[in-house]
T-cell receptor, first 118, second 115 residues
């Protein structure tokens, strides 16, 4: 049981390049989400998914795209990287959200991807 | 809009001391509150999850309390050790809004336990 895994751990991009941050979980969790963490700003939600084929925007979605074709994977795509997207990105998952099951569950986080855009 | 505040932003204590970290939130409409630990350059490790109907949770030397009506939670660490040095994050899960179920984080308390 690997939990939540993220690749790559580190990435450097040039402005305008695109890339995909990978996230996978092996706990059969319905709910997955992406956060970015910036100094002085804390963690902010980018996008989330409550199940395969269902995604929605969080607090800071601009410049990012997501899809959820399987329960296990939730990739985050940067369409045209900008220096403002330099950050540490965390993927998280939980069994479900309260809205769907009426029960609130613990969230588990991946180790993060440190992205630098020059 | 739900806001989560953690005070102090940084705390330094000698080894062996008992300590309390504070977390406050502005809206009591939450499903749960979760405490995390983050080591430098690492991800978040879940420490304790308190459901909105609970008053406290304990795990080893850690005890977290929740007073939903006053919008406060505390994380009590007994007999602190240098290995407890990390940033501690508090997060609430609101039970309203379009992003229902998504965590809202405080900015954390950076704890340093000196030998």
């Amino acid at each position: 049981n690997a939990g939540v895994t993220q690749t790559p751990k580190f990435q450097v991009l040039k402005t305008g390049q695109s890339m995909t941050l990978q996230c996978a979980q092996d706990m059969n969790h319905e709910y997955m989400s992406w956060y970015r963490q910036d100094p002085g700003m804390g963690l902010r939600l980018i996008h989330y998914s409550v199940g395969a084929g269902i995604t929605d925007q969080g607090e800071v979605p601009n410049g990012y795209n997501v899809s959820r074709s399987t329960t296990e994977d939730f990739p985050l795509r940067l369409l045209s990287a900008a220096p403002s997207q330099t950050s540490v990105y965390f993927c998280a998952s939980s069994y479900s959200t309260p809205a769907f099951r009426g029960i609130s569950y613990e969230q588990y986080f991946g180790p993060g991807t440190r992205l630098t855009v020059t | 809009k739900q806001e989560v505040t953690q005070i102090p932003a940084a705390l330094s204590v000698p080894e062996g001391e008992n300590l309390v970290l504070n977390c406050s939130f502005t809206d009591s409409a939450i499903y749960n509150l979760q405490w995390f630990r983050q080591d430098p350059g690492k991800g978040l490790t879940s420490l304790l999850l308190i459901q909105s109907s609970q008053r406290e949770q304990t795990s080893g030397r850690l005890n977290a309390s929740l007073d939903k009506s006053s919008g406060r939670s505390t994380l009590y660490i007994a007999a602190s050790q240098p290995g407890d040095s990390a940033t501690y994050l508090c997060a609430v899960r609101p039970n309203y809004g379009g992003s229902q179920g998504n965590l809202i984080f405080g900015k954390g308390t950076k704890l340093s336990v000196k030998p």
